[in-house]
């Protein structure tokens, strides 16, 4: 069986990420890594299919968190002129929400109609993105760290956003916004219990999440069911840092990486 190659691509993540470092541990389980860099620039498509995956990668913003987005509808140009220039790094845009599932797949005809001879199942497409995907479950959307399949899509913003923070924090930031008081202090009390935009723990943490995206590719399974586990599915910031920080796969998911 050929090897694997996991190609890494960049659509402006956190500025703490180093690629080299993700693809070196990446490649310690014996797939071969290309870092291409920006996605959109490595694919080398002309204006005019870039224009046309802006407009879709607009339509894909979530208006209502409450409602899912069934189908896209096309945006009013200025969405799309807008989105050419987050494509550019021209704006930066860490607000808007994205149905991740539509992103994923704008970005897999992207790369499927530019890198026929990659599309097949010997290569992983793994994009660090800085926007903010999510997906429709349970009534509303949830913002999402990862989406695996192929291309995965890893967020930076979703490391930041999507594991929940301590519940009392939640609770004390809800009485100073309602009291009108600044909440600045209370993310400097809770500094280290959470990740933060641009945090130097940024690096390793989204390592292990690129890792679930070949554990997947692999095996077929989304996430690791042992909480000691850097593959492990954390729904909290301090399971976060407890294992996928410097986290280290499981013995039973060493076995199917190896
Ligand atoms: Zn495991």
Redesign the pocket.
Known sequence: MPRLTVCLYTDHPSESLDIKAVAASLEEYGVRTENCGNLFEYLGVNHEALYEAAARLASARVPDIESPLDEIHPPVPHEADFEMKLITGEEKGRGALYDGLWVQRVLRKLISDSLPEESGSDFLHIIFTGRLVGTFEARRYHARVVLLGSPAIISTSGLVEAPARPREYYFIKGGLIRSGRDTRELDEMYRGKFIEYDDPKTTSAISSYALQALFYELSGDAF?E?PE?C??NSHWQEDVLRVQYEGK??A??LEILR
Do not use: T, V, Y
Request: hydrophobic share 20%; aromatic share 12%.
């Open positions: 690791c042992n586990c593959l492990f796969p499981c039973r998911c």
